[in-house]
């Protein structure tokens, strides 16, 4: 019947032995697995916390580079912008990657690293992104994500649209300011973005923080659980096995072997050491191989456990309790394995024990996971201790209960003190504008259930130190049921935001070389100034100062000595004017000054004031001397002077009125005065060109040169004649508008859109004939505003690349005035081009006083003759002779002469007789629309661009 028994007792027993087993293992495997998910996901949130602290802080930072590149005009700055701006690109970049429909993780890990990221969170942070991209807060954050993209590329587009417009050099400080402030509008618009991810993703990692806890927590729990109801069901077998051992020995052999844990018998009277094929298996052995006494076992235990092992097993021997024991083993192969082995010992008719027998089993997966789950905590407790946000926790009474060292260095409380109090005895705030305390964010937060932000600007009262600005938000704490248990408080210092806010707004009104307001402040006070005279009528006067010597100062020390003289000026002018006016310098050595409630006859003595202070004053720089003079502009305020712009236009008119009139002096300005007209009229001039540059409606137009003396190898020469088409399309001549053009330097865009309008036309032309031995010489006018252009040269070789046109196919006319005002850059903008094949001609010669004298010292290959001579020669004697003593010298000098204004035969005939190369004028051809050009009379033309 036994032997019936037997194989349903065994099988009865594996059965028992996997269900006691397979818990424990699920539960180890399912705890290994928790902690290594738990160490990914916590590694991924705390990386996307850190970018995000990387991507808003070089945000900022670009913006604030944008802000003073459009001030500053520095590149330098532009370059730190592009630096800065790389960061929240790189994010992009990694976003882009990480959504597509084939995720491009080689371009995602690029991205990150370009967004300052460390190589190994962008890993981690890829990983959370592809695992959590459906999930609530990914899925909020990757929109709130995109959306600060969006606001990014408008950020960079506007800010390459300012460094062009920079580049360009022609863009007014207007056009500037709004280009500023839409990157301002564009910042304010990034703020909220930025906070809300931040808050999202604060708020994930603590919610994930919370769970990954609970779920470790609940797993430890049913861990103890299942081992205490397999301590007992070890015990219980024991019993058994102890029982079985003394009925059969075969029995207890039966019973070790189906143990999953390993058992052991000490005779302490043989010192001898019994092993169960368990036990020899988990060692790592061979069933039935090992031979141990306790001393050669003892020697196999971890050095570092060995005595603590002797030293318990001492003291149970010696009380006779039970005992639960944990240390390393050394294995076959040599590793050490963690072991737990309990057991008692027993006594014998004595009452001393005579042998102890116990299990063994392999513990080393549970102490890697304690290992794992404390090594996270520590990582908690390090991120919280390096973050530069003060953080402190508290319960749901509003109690502290952690305080990290920020928050500790902020408050001047430890951590140990300032536990289990009330929060508002830590963190007391009040209003920093009014000095009130503060309802306690923290209560607020708990009563309603909600995220609570600082709304105003607050103060912290520190424990022993002086208060300081701070900016805080508070969330409540949620275990997994959705239940509040305690609330989260993150504060930060903002002593050095607000210094640098009052900073930038100090900067923003006032110019950084002399620390007088610069223009945008003095027209916020204009308009004040303006707004008070409508409702009050009071009486304002303003002047507009311009330095007359400053150019030269500039021009012969270097800036460093222009930049010194507007500081001594402004240092100058400063104290002689009353308490409440206004002196602000609006740009380079220009100086506007608001005299508010001042009459007429007293403004006008201020402003003579301030010319006699600068007419004495003599500026040293370097042992040389120079006397400075000042012409000022004076515009009281009247009924017909109510906007900020007609009262600067017409103080503009009137300043230069005064360099009209020899400079030096202070002119009053009238509106009833035919100066000022002509002024005005100049300066709508200015807006008529601009509008006409960006409509395109100027056109060149074109006049022969003909040969006087028979045939000549020369090519023809046809010089381009500029025109504009007015709003009714009629055509306006070139000295209706040049005046004013010169004037306002916008001379330089106009030469710009002839070279660039000329040179694709005789492209169309080379294109359509496919040759270019029949085109002949064309010539071009520049002014003296382009040649002194340090980027004007550059911009026309580009051209001459653009269009492919053969450098000896032009010729640039410059003026003699032009040449002879900037003698050294016109002759080295010549030889730069005359060295590659172009032609120049020095237009209307003989007009200057020294004009012999220059003529040798400037490279060009024609000289015209200045028409004022030409066309009255057969009358005037002394015209005549002009243009024979032109001729002969400019033969002697071995350049050919073109006549100008030939309007008859007669005239031409002399020309010829003299022996002058070329003739021009309408009597030879009336200039028609470059493109559409006819042969002059008798001579056959040989260019039709168009």
């Given at each position: 019947?036994?032997?019936q028994l037997?194989?349903?007792?065994?099988?009865?027993?594996?059965?028992?032995?996997?269900?006691v087993?397979?818990?424990?293992?699920a539960?180890?495997?399912?705890?290994?697995?928790?902690?290594?998910?738990?160490?990914d996901?916590?590694?991924?949130?705390?990386a996307?916390?850190?970018?995000?602290?990387?991507w808003?802080?070089?945000?900022k930072?670009?913006v604030g580079?944008?802000?003073?590149?459009?001030?500053?005009?520095?590149?330098?700055?532009?370059?730190?912008?592009?630096?800065?701006?790389?960061?929240?690109?790189?994010?992009?970049?990694?976003?882009?990657a990480?959504?597509?429909a084939?995720?491009?993780?080689?371009?995602?890990?690029?991205?990150?690293?370009?967004?300052?990221?460390?190589?190994?969170?962008?890993?981690?942070?890829?990983?959370?992104?592809?695992?959590?991209r459906?999930?609530g807060?990914?899925?909020?954050?990757i929109?709130?994500?995109?959306?600060?993209?969006?606001?990014?590329?408008?950020?960079?587009?506007?800010?390459?649209?300012?460094?062009?417009?920079?580049k360009?050099?022609?863009?007014?400080?207007?056009?500037?300011?709004?280009?500023?402030?839409?990157?301002?509008?564009?910042?304010?618009?990034?703020?909220?973005?930025e906070?809300?991810?931040?808050?999202?993703?604060?708020?994930?990692?603590?919610?994930m923080?919370?769970?990954?806890?609970?779920?470790?927590?609940?797993?430890?729990?049913?861990?103890?659980?299942?081992?205490?109801?397999?301590?007992?069901?070890?015990?219980?077998?024991?019993?058994a096995?102890e029982?079985?051992?003394?009925?059969?020995?075969?029995?207890?052999?039966?019973?070790?072997?189906?143990s999953?844990?390993?058992?052991?018998?000490?005779?302490?009277w043989?010192?001898?050491?019994?092993f169960?094929?368990?036990?020899?298996?988990?060692?790592?052995?061979?069933?039935?191989?090992?031979?141990?006494?306790?001393?050669s076992f003892?020697?196999?235990?971890?050095p570092?456990?060995?005595?603590?092992?002797?030293v318990?097993?001492?003291?149970?021997?010696?009380?006779g309790?039970?005992?639960?024991?944990?240390?390393?083993?050394?294995?076959?192969d040599?590793a050490?394995?963690?072991?737990r082995?309990?057991?008692?010992?027993?006594?014998?008719?004595?009452?001393?024990?005579?042998?102890?027998?116990?299990?063994?089993?392999?513990?080393?997966?549970?102490?890697?996971?304690?290992?794992?789950?404390?090594?996270?905590?520590?990582?908690?407790?390090?991120?919280?201790?390096?973050i530069?946000d003060?953080?402190?926790?508290?319960?749901?009474?509003a109690?502290?209960?952690?305080?990290?060292?920020?928050?500790?260095?902020?408050?001047?409380?430890?951590?140990?003190?300032a536990?289990?109090?009330?929060?508002?005895?830590?963190?007391?705030?009040?209003?920093?504008?009014?000095?009130?305390?503060?309802?306690?964010?923290?209560?607020?937060?708990?009563?309603?259930?909600?995220?609570?932000?600082?709304e105003?600007?607050?103060?912290?009262?520190r424990?022993?130190?002086?208060?300081?600005?701070?900016?805080?938000?508070?969330?409540?704490?949620?275990?997994?049921?959705?239940?509040?248990?305690?609330?989260v408080?993150?504060?930060?210092?903002?002593?050095?935001?607000?210094?640098?806010?009052?900073?930038?707004?100090h900067l923003?009104?006032?110019?950084?070389?002399?620390?007088?307001?610069?223009?945008?402040?003095f027209?916020?006070?204009?308009n004040?100034?303006?707004a008070?005279?409508?409702?009050?009528?009071?009486?304002?006067?303003?002047?507009?100062?311009?330095?007359d010597?400053?150019?030269?100062?500039?021009?012969?020390c270097?800036h460093?000595?222009?930049?010194?003289?507007?500081?001594?000026?402004?240092?100058?002018l400063?104290?002689?004017?009353?308490?409440?006016?206004?002196?602000?310098?609006?740009?380079?050595?220009?100086f506007?000054?608001?005299?508010?409630?001042?009459?007429?006859?007293?403004?006008?003595?201020?402003?003579?004031?301030?010319?006699?202070?600068?007419?004495?004053f003599h500026?040293v720089?370097?042992?040389?001397?120079?006397?400075?003079?000042?012409?000022?502009?004076?515009?009281?305020?009247?009924?017909?002077l109510?906007?900020?712009?007609?009262?600067?236009?017409?103080?503009?008119?009137?300043c230069?009125?005064?360099?009209?009139?020899?400079?030096?002096?202070?002119?009053?300005?009238?509106?009833?005065?035919?100066?000022?007209?002509?002024?005005q009229?100049e300066?709508?001039?200015?807006?008529?060109?601009?509008?006409?540059?960006?409509?395109n409606r100027?056109?060149?137009?074109?006049?022969p040169?003909?040969?006087?003396?028979?045939?000549?190898?020369s090519?023809?020469?046809?010089?381009?004649l500029?025109?504009?088409r007015?709003?009714?399309?009629?055509?306006?001549?070139?000295i209706e508008?040049?005046?004013?053009a010169?004037?306002?330097?916008?001379?330089?865009?106009?030469?710009?859109?002839?070279?660039?309008?000329?040179?694709?036309t005789?492209?169309?032309?080379?294109?359509?004939?496919g040759?270019?031995?029949?085109i002949?010489?064309?010539?071009?006018?520049?002014s003296?505003?382009?040649?002194?252009d340090?980027?004007?040269?550059?911009?026309?070789?580009?051209?001459?690349?653009?269009y492919?046109?053969?450098?000896?196919?032009?010729?640039?006319?410059?003026?003699?005035?032009?040449?002879?005002t900037?003698?050294?850059?016109?002759?080295?903008?010549?030889?730069?081009?005359?060295?590659?094949?172009?032609?120049?001609?020095l237009?209307?010669?003989?007009?200057?006083?020294?004009?012999?004298?220059?003529?040798?010292h400037?490279?060009?290959?024609?000289?015209?003759?200045?028409?004022?001579f030409?066309?009255?020669?057969?009358?005037?004697?002394v015209?005549?002779?002009?243009?024979?003593?032109?001729?002969?010298?400019g033969h002697?000098?071995?350049k050919?002469t073109?006549?100008?204004?030939?309007?008859?035969h007669?005239?031409?005939?002399?020309?010829?007789t003299?022996?002058?190369d070329?003739?021009?004028?309408?009597?030879?051809?009336?200039?028609?629309?470059?493109?559409?050009?006819?042969?002059?009379?008798?001579?056959?033309?040989?260019?039709?661009a168009?």
């Open positions: 019947m036994s032997s037997a194989p349903q007792m065994t099988k009865a027993r594996v059965g028992r032995t996997v269900r087993v397979w818990p424990f293992v539960i180890l495997t399912l705890l290994l697995l928790l902690g290594n998910a738990s160490l996901t916590m590694s991924g949130l705390r996307y916390v850190a970018a995000e602290s990387l808003s802080k070089a945000q930072r670009a580079h944008l802000e003073r590149y459009a001030q500053t005009r520095n590149e330098d700055a532009y370059g730190q912008y592009l630096a800065e701006i790389a960061v929240p690109l790189g994010d992009q970049q990694a976003r882009i990480l959504a597509a084939t995720p491009d993780l080689s371009g995602a890990r690029h991205g990150f690293r370009t967004g300052r990221n460390h190589p190994d969170d962008a890993t981690a942070m890829i990983d959370l992104f592809r695992r959590f459906n999930v807060f990914m899925t909020k954050s929109a709130i994500w995109t959306e600060a993209d969006t606001h990014i590329a408008h950020l960079d587009a506007t800010a390459r649209e300012l460094h062009s417009a920079v360009a050099a022609k863009t007014g400080f207007a056009e500037l300011q709004t280009l500023s402030s839409r990157i301002r509008a564009i910042d304010q618009q990034l703020t909220p973005l906070e809300d991810l931040a808050a999202t993703l604060g708020e994930a990692s603590r919610q923080a919370m769970m990954l806890m609970l779920a470790n927590l609940a797993v430890a729990a049913t861990l103890l659980y299942v081992a205490f109801r397999h301590a007992r069901r070890r015990l219980r077998q024991e019993e096995y029982g079985a051992l003394r009925v059969s020995e075969e029995r207890f052999d039966y019973a070790v072997s189906g999953n844990d390993g058992i052991w018998e000490w005779r302490l043989g010192d001898e050491l019994y169960s094929p368990r036990c020899e298996d988990l060692l790592g052995h061979t069933p039935g191989s090992m031979r141990e006494s306790a001393a003892l020697r196999r235990i971890h570092r456990d060995r005595k603590s092992v002797s318990l097993l001492r003291e149970h021997l010696a009380r309790d039970a005992f639960d024991l944990e240390f390393r083993i050394r294995m076959r040599g050490f394995r963690w072991f082995t309990r057991g008692r010992a027993d006594l014998g008719t004595e009452g001393k024990p005579e042998r102890m027998a116990g299990a063994l089993a392999d513990i080393s997966d549970r102490k890697q996971a304690e290992a794992q789950i404390f090594e996270e905590k520590e990582k908690a407790q390090v991120t919280l201790a390096s530069a003060a953080v402190i926790t508290v319960d749901t009474a109690r502290v209960e952690f305080l990290n060292p920020v928050a500790e260095r902020l408050t001047g409380w430890r951590n140990d003190e536990r289990r109090n009330p929060l508002p005895m830590v963190f007391s705030i009040m209003d920093e504008s009014t000095g009130v305390a503060v309802a306690d964010p923290v209560a607020a937060a708990l009563r309603d259930d909600c995220i609570v932000k600082s105003s600007n607050v103060v912290l009262r424990r022993h130190d002086a208060p300081i600005a701070i900016d805080h938000s508070v969330a409540p704490i949620r275990d997994r049921m959705g239940s509040i248990v305690g609330a408080l993150v504060f930060h210092d903002m002593s050095r935001e607000r210094q640098y806010a009052t900073r930038l707004a923003a009104s006032h110019d950084a070389l002399t620390g007088l307001l610069n223009r945008r402040g027209e916020h006070r204009l004040m100034a303006l008070d005279s409508r409702q009050q009528e009071f009486n304002h006067a303003v002047l507009y100062l311009d330095l010597q400053f150019k030269l100062v500039n021009d012969t270097g460093a000595a222009g930049d010194e003289l507007l500081r001594q000026v402004s240092a100058l400063r104290p002689r004017l009353r308490e409440n006016d206004t002196i602000a310098r609006l740009g380079g050595d220009e506007g000054v608001l005299l508010e409630h001042c009459p007429p006859e007293p403004a006008l003595c201020l402003a003579e004031g301030l010319r006699n202070a600068v007419s004495g500026f720089w370097k042992s040389r001397s120079f006397n400075v003079g000042v012409s000022i502009g004076l515009v009281n305020i009247s009924d017909c109510q906007t900020l712009a007609s009262v600067l236009s017409a103080a503009d008119s009137a230069y009125m005064a360099k009209d009139k020899g400079r030096h002096r202070v002119q009053v300005y009238s509106p009833e005065s035919d100066e000022v007209a002509l002024r009229g300066m709508e001039w200015v807006n008529r060109i601009h509008r006409a540059l960006a409509e100027f056109c060149l137009y074109a006049q040169v003909q040969r006087t003396q028979g045939t000549d190898a090519p023809p020469y046809t010089e381009l500029l025109r504009l007015d709003e009714n399309n009629m055509l306006i001549p070139p508008f040049i005046p004013a010169e004037r306002y330097h916008l001379m330089p865009a106009i030469d710009r859109w002839v070279i660039t309008t000329a040179f694709a005789l492209a169309r032309y080379f294109n359509s004939k040759t270019v031995d029949s002949g010489t064309c010539g071009i006018n520049l003296g505003a382009s040649i002194g340090d980027e004007f040269l550059d911009f026309v070789h580009s051209q001459f690349v653009r492919k046109i053969p450098h000896s196919h032009i010729c640039f006319e410059i003026t003699e005035t032009t040449a002879v900037s003698l050294s850059k016109a002759a080295d903008f010549m030889a730069a081009l005359r060295g590659l094949g172009c032609r120049f001609a237009d209307d010669f003989g007009v200057g006083v020294s004009s012999f004298r220059y003529l040798k400037l490279p060009v290959d024609y000289v015209k003759i200045d028409g004022s030409v066309k009255d020669m057969l009358k005037d004697p015209g005549h002779a002009m243009v024979e003593a032109i001729h002969r010298i002697i000098m071995c050919k073109i006549a100008e204004s030939v309007e008859s007669a005239i031409l005939e002399a020309l010829r003299i022996g002058v070329y003739a021009q004028g309408f009597g030879i051809a009336m200039p028609e629309p470059f493109g559409e050009l006819r042969p002059p009379r008798g001579v056959p033309l040989r260019i039709a168009g």
